[in-house]
């Protein structure tokens, strides 16, 4: 059976699977302390509906989140990114690149 990496382990955490767990943090869905390593792509899906969901409630923008969760979401992504940029990620490259 197939399972994630989790996002510590993740190629450079700005993957598909990686932005689910980090939304799942924004969201209150899971801890910050829980990275979703080993779970299965089931357990994954579960989480990524959920994060769908809540997102839909802001028309999926972060301009549109409560001021409390846009200035969460931008401390998440920054740092996200931060990480992401020190393991090889470059925003401009596609996710195959």
Known sequence: METYVGFKNDKHGMTQLGRIVLDGWLFGFIPESEDCAGWDLGRMQSLMDKVEKEWDKYAN???????????????????AMALARSKGWNPELGEDD
């Open 61 to 79: 923008l972060p301009s549109r989140l409560p001021p409390e969760l846009r200035e969460r979401h931008a401390q998440l992504y920054e740092r």
